[in-house]
Structure formats: C-alpha cells, structure tokens
C-alpha cells in the first residue's frame, strides 16, 4: 500500500470519475422513469439495469484496487474530526455503492422480474420470488437512493471546500494529480505549485 503518493493511483482516478457520470445518470434515470406512465418508462428502465450492474462491476473492481494502492493522507492540518467524517463519509459512499445495485437485482429477483441487462444476456435471479421482500427492496431502492443523493451533495460541498476554499492538493489528487519533481531538481521547478500544491 503506497501512501506516499501525494495522488490516487491513476485506474482510481479513472473509475472515480466514471462512476459519478454513471451514478448521476443512474439517479435522474431514476426518477425519471418513475414519474412516467408512457413508453420511455420501458426504454429507461432498460437503460437503468445495464449501468446499474456496470457500477456493481466497476466498484468490484475499484476496491481491491482501493486496498491494494491505499489512499493519499489527508493534509496534517486538516481538524481530526473532519479526517473522520471524510473516513466515514468514503465508507457510506462505497456501501451505497454495493448496495443500490445489489437491491435493484434482489428486488427485481424477488418480484419474479427478468434482470436482462442486455438483449442476449440475462442474470440469474439472487433472491426467491417473494412480494413481501420485493415490497420491502423496493422502498428499500428508494429510501437508499435519495440517501445516496445527500451523501453525493455533502461529498460535493466537501470536495469544492478542498478544491477553492483550502485549495490544498485533496481535489487534484483524484483529478489530474500533483507534478512530479525530478530528483535533481533545479531552482526554477522550486516553484509554489510542487513545494505547497495548490488543488
Ligand atoms: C447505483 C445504482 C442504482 C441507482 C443509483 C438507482 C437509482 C434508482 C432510483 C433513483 C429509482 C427511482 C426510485 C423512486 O423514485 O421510487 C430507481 C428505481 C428502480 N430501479 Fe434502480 N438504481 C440503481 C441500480 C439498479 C439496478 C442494478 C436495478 C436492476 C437490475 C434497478 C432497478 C430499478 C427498478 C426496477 C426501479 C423501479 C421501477 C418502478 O418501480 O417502476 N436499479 N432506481
Ligand atoms: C456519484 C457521485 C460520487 C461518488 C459515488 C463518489 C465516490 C467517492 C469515493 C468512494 C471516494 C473515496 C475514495 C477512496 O478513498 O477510495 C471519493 C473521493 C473523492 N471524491 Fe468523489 N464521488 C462522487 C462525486 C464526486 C464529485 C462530484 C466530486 C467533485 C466535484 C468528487 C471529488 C472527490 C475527491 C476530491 C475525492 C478525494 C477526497 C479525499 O481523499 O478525502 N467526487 N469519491
């Protein structure tokens, strides 16, 4: 576990920002096709499956890698409580993570649905057939989805507070990175960017 490195490691950076495109979609997809009694309900439905298990399938990847490169340590004088809320907060967001597509495929399963994520491929059903529990996943779907949106706004507010207000390297280390110093570095690369990195 390299936490040295000022920087997510680069495949983090990558699926992180995958991922938010996806869930964002996921979300107004979401909601969109609640609230609609015509045939776009059908087409989105049959858009919200697919990125639903493509996001299982990315953060399967993305927490081995998550554990195996660890994670760049937050700036010395950041308050510990903070440290703590971010801890937890990263936490909250990879069970949500887990959680929102793995119940959008148990309820689906419990109310005896296909989950066809593609015309050729459909997956195997995870729970029995059972109303009771389909009622209950699918509130469940619900509830953990607007929870999911706070979680992403606070996530949001906390990360623009790094990136404009602290400005202290915590928003370029999941976006383009620090710079690199050589290891014989000249006076003219002592600049204020790699000597105190702004975000
Ligand atoms: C990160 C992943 C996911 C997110 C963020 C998400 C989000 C949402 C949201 C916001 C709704 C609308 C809820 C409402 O207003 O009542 C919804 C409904 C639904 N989702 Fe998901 N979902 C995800 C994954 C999945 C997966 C993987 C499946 C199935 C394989 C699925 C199947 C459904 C179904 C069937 C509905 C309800 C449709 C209806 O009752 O008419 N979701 N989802
Ligand atoms: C769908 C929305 C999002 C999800 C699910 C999400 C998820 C995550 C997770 C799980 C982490 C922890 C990284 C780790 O330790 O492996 C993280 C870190 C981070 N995210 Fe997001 N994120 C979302 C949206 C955003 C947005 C919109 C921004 C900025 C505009 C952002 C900026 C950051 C930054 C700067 C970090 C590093 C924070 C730190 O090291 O404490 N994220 N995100």
């Keep these: 576990m390299n936490r040295r490195s000022p920087d ?59 554990l195996a490169t660890g994670a760049p340590p937050l700036p010395d004088d950041l308050p510990t409580m903070q440290k703590r809320i971010a801890w937890g907060s990263h936490v909250l967001l990879y069970l949500t993570l887990f959680a929102m597509p793995l119940i959008g495929w148990g309820m689906l399963s419990a109310g005896g649905y296909p989950v066809q994520v593609t015309k050729g491929f459909t997956l195997p059903p995870i729970l029995p057939h059972d109303l009771r529990l389909y009622a209950v996943l699918r509130e469940a779907h619900t509830v953990i989805a607007l929870l999911f949106f706070a979680l992403i706004l606070a996530h949001l507010a906390a990360a623009l507070m790094h990136g404009l207000i602290r400005r202290d390297g915590v928003f370029r280390s999941m976006t383009t990175g620090h710079r690199r110093v050589p290891a014989t570095t000249s006076e003219h690369d002592h600049s204020e960017d790699t000597v105190r990195p702004l975000a």
């Design 8 to 66: 997510f490691h680069p495949a983090l950076r990558l699926i992180h920002w995958l991922m938010v495109a996806l869930v964002f979609t996921m979300l107004f997809v979401g909601v969109g096709m609640v609230s609609t009694a015509g045939p776009a309900y059908v087409s989105l439905l049959a858009l919200h499956r697919p990125i639903g298990i493509a996001i299982l399938a990315l953060v399967l990847v993305r927490l081995p890698l998550r």
